[in-house]
């Protein structure tokens, strides 16, 4: 073993001797989600670098330390990118991080989530075992792939030393077109265009200074880019502006997601296909639908929460506001089935306790 990894395992073995509660961070861009952190800090910074890359194969094998700016830059020289837009938020993610967050961005709904790309995984568990999972092909797993439990695992079943991710070739050609119109409108379009033979890619629906707007962006063939702009009309925007815009929804930059005093933001994932919820405030929509945004004050919880299971969705309080309260679920109950298999995971993963369970699960049995 490498002796900055061996270092981290004996960390973790001495906790587990201590009984001291361990909580793991890359840059610590998502400290704000999930249940707060508990536990002494376990850095994952020092251990940095690209392991591999072979563009020809599409894939890239990374330390879990990486910042993924170096990643994304690294990608770029040959024109290659991680087609689920992970959400980098500010300077420092870590690609480790992004894998235990499980978040993905604008081109989610049409390219698909962040667990879909996760091909293997080297972890160090709650013994200070390094184990791997999976491998660096899609066609490389009998029986479950456990490599894709860490997507969304929350530092809960171990320190994430090392991931192979598919990366895909960067889009010959971009456009995106901006429509006017109203929530309602938008889902409409959106759910008419989705049963389309169309190259949607993203898209985007909130108010700007009152009025509606819906931003639409296709990717693929420049052919099919082409038609498809002069068959849906709407008014197309220049193309490295609306690169930049794109960039600042995926990164959560856009005004629409400036602080607002006293309020949360929330995440609300319900089918495409769901209506305009019945909540105050115009929120943002992404995924054609299926990713919704809003800011709710102190109390308005669970009242967005039942607006969200009424249409088959969920919420989560996702950047809660400096003054709520901390035990305030930032995630939805799991239904039993789902929570027992949660809890055998992560006693199989870490038998002893060490890492923050209280992250993912609000309380979780011996």
């Not at 971009?174 to 049963?195: I, K, P």
């Not at 898209?203 to 819906?214: A, Y």
Request: hydrophobic share 40%.
């Amino acid at each position: 073993m490498d002796p900055a990894l061996r270092q981290i395992s004996e960390r973790i073995r001495a906790a587990a001797a201590d009984r001291t509660l361990l909580r793991i961070r890359g840059g610590g861009t998502k400290d704000f989600y999930g249940q707060p952190p508990q536990g002494e800090e376990l850095s994952t910074k020092a251990w940095q670098g690209i392991v591999s890359y072979e563009p020809s194969e599409l894939v890239v094998t990374v330390r879990g330390g990486t910042e993924m700016t170096e990643l994304d830059v690294l990608m770029a020289t040959v024109n290659q990118t991680l087609a689920f837009e992970p959400p980098r938020l500010r300077f420092g993610s870590t690609v480790g991080g992004m894998v235990a967050a499980g978040l993905s961005g604008p081109a989610r709904a049409s390219v698909g989530a962040l667990r879909d790309y996760v091909l293997g995984v080297q972890i160090i568990n709650g013994r200070g075992e390094l184990l791997q999972f999976g491998g660096t092909v899609m066609k490389n797993v009998a029986g479950y792939d456990v490599s894709r439990l860490m997507a969304g695992s929350m530092g809960t079943l171990g320190v994430i030393t090392e991931v192979s991710l598919k990366v895909l070739p960067t889009a010959p050609a971009e456009a995106t077109l901006v429509f006017d119109c109203d929530q309602a409108d938008a889902l409409r379009l959106l759910n008419s265009w989705g049963g389309q033979p169309l190259p949607l890619n993203a898209s985007r629906w909130c108010q700007e200074r009152g009025v509606g707007r819906l931003w639409l962006r296709l990717r693929g063939a420049a052919a099919a880019v082409d038609a498809a702009c002069k068959r849906l009309g709407g008014e197309r925007q220049d193309e490295f502006e609306a690169r930049d815009d794109w960039d600042s929804l995926r990164d959560m930059r856009l005004p629409w997601f400036d602080a607002k005093p006293g309020r949360s933001l929330w995440r609300v994932s319900v089918p495409q296909t769901a209506p305009v919820l019945p909540f105050d405030g115009a929120p943002l929509v992404e995924w054609h639908g299926g990713q919704r945004w809003y800011f709710a004050g102190a109390g308005d919880g669970e009242r967005l929460r039942a607006a969200a299971r009424t249409v088959g969705g969920h919420a989560t309080l996702f950047a809660p506001a400096a003054d709520i309260d901390a035990s305030v679920p930032r995630f939805d109950a799991l239904p039993t089935p789902l929570r027992r298999i949660n809890e055998a995971l992560m006693r199989e993963f870490d038998p002893d306790a060490v890492f923050d369970r209280g992250r993912l699960l609000q309380s979780v049995s011996p």
